[in-house]
């Protein structure tokens, strides 16, 4: 098994511009959800699904969209990059929904925009 | 108004001694507490857990204590070692009602010095 990958690794973009940063694993988890990492902050929970063609809004929505169309991969798309989303993101993944899953995450991916 | 705290950054420890990280929670709703263990440049990896109806778990060399009453836990590493050196994220975990979220805390970069 692969686990949780994420492409790419890292992405430089202007202002303005939209991108997808994707997210997939193998190991038929029905739990995805997308993280982002910011000095100090730990990690905040962005999007999340709880199957396909479900998703919901975590704690820091704004600014991103997601959509789960396969168990397999939950994409990121950012409409319009602002500075303020420069950090970096983890998409993770879990079996289920019941209390203590552990959650598994991918490598990562570094956000810088301009 | 951050749900999850570690007020210590950074611990510096020498090898063969014992880490103690610290973490504070304000929910007392939070089901599970988690800890977590990054690398840099790759995802986090759970470490160990919790139930909030406990109040010690123990996996080796990494032991967990819970204090309901003060809303704090904390993670013993004994013995510290090189390989340890990373940073430590805090989590919580709310079930279904609140869409089976972790809430972490800003996380601790130990070192441990040989």
């Known amino acids: 098994n692969a686990g949780v990958t994420q492409t790419p690794k890292f992405q430089v973009l202007k202002t303005g511009q939209s991108m997808t940063l994707q997210c997939a694993q193998d190991?038929?988890?029905?739990?995805m959800s997308w993280y982002r990492q910011d000095p100090g902050m730990g990690l905040r929970l962005i999007h999340y699904?709880?199957?396909?063609?479900?998703?919901d809004q975590g704690e820091v929505p704004n600014g991103y969209n997601v959509s789960r169309s396969t168990t397999e991969d939950f994409p990121l798309r950012l409409l319009s990059a602002a500075p303020s989303q420069t950090s970096v993101y983890f998409c993770?993944?879990?079996?289920?929904?019941?209390?203590?899953?552990?959650?598994?995450f991918g490598p990562g991916t570094r956000l810088l925009v301009l | 108004d951050q749900q999850v705290k570690q007020n210590s950054p950074s611990l510096s420890v020498q090898e063969g001694r014992i880490s103690i990280l610290n973490c504070d929670y304000t929910?007392?709703?939070?089901?599970?507490f988690l800890w977590y263990k990054k690398y840099p440049a790759e995802g986090p990896t759970f470490l160990i857990s919790?139930?909030?109806?406990?109040d010690k778990n123990e996996d080796g060399r990494f032991t967990v204590f819970l204090n309901k009453s003060a809303k704090h836990l904390s993670l013993h590493i004994v013995p510290s070692q090189p390989g340890d050196s990373a940073v430590y994220f805090c989590?919580?975990?709310?079930?279904?009602?609140?869409?089976?979220?972790?809430?972490f805390g800003g996380g601790t970069r130990v070192l441990v010095k040989p």
């Open positions: 993770a993944s879990s079996k289920g929904t019941g209390v203590g899953e552990t959650q598994y």
């Open positions: 190991m038929n988890h029905e739990y």
């Open positions: 699904s709880v199957g396909a063609g479900i998703t």
């Open positions: 929910n007392s709703m939070f089901d599970y």
């Open positions: 919790i139930s909030s109806i406990k």
């Open positions: 989590a919580a975990f709310r079930g279904r009602a609140a869409g089976n979220k972790l809430t």
